[in-house]
């Protein structure tokens, strides 16, 4: 069996679906079906693993989702330290973020977009919400007064 470590998870090995070949610098393994090799291996972790995913899953499900920290961080309504923090390990992935990333990732091979939708949509009402509204303040012949925006 070959121990593949390319794609960022330490415990993933391969059966067969790969060949060593012999290059100018030494030995190498090329790996037949990469696209889904990764896809079988997400699907495999969202599904069958009941446990919070650990700091290697959540980044290798986020890379391949294509999704910056940044990104992702907003999909979750989260914070991008939030983020940087589960990937090394500093803190735990909370359920609720848990369950939507493995949705999201879900959704990204199998889906039609609508979760990656809804979710753009609640985290855009949630910025409009709790966004800081400016205070606009008047003087009066009583003393300054805010205003209503």
Not at 6 to 29: F, M, Q, W
Request: charged share 30%.
């Amino acid at each position: 069996m070959f121990h593949y470590t390319s794609c960022g998870l330490s415990n993933v090995h391969l059966r067969n679906g790969y060949e060593e070949i012999d290059t100018p610098y030494g030995k190498a393994v090329s790996i037949h079906d990469v696209e889904g090799l990764h896809r079988a291996i997400g699907l495999h972790m969202i599904r069958n693993n009941p446990d919070h995913l650990n700091p290697e899953e959540i980044r290798f499900l986020r890379k391949e989702m294509d999704l910056p920290q940044a990104n992702l961080a907003h999909l979750l309504d989260v914070n991008e330290s939030s983020v940087r923090n589960w990937e090394n390990g500093r803190n735990a992935i909370p359920g609720p973020a848990d369950r939507m990333l493995r949705t999201l990732y879900a959704e990204k091979v199998q889906g039609d977009g609508t979760v990656h939708e809804l979710l753009e949509r609640i985290s855009r009402i949630n910025r409009e919400l709790y966004e800081k509204k400016a205070i606009e303040l008047e003087e009066s012949e009583d003393g300054w007064v805010a205003q209503a925006a």
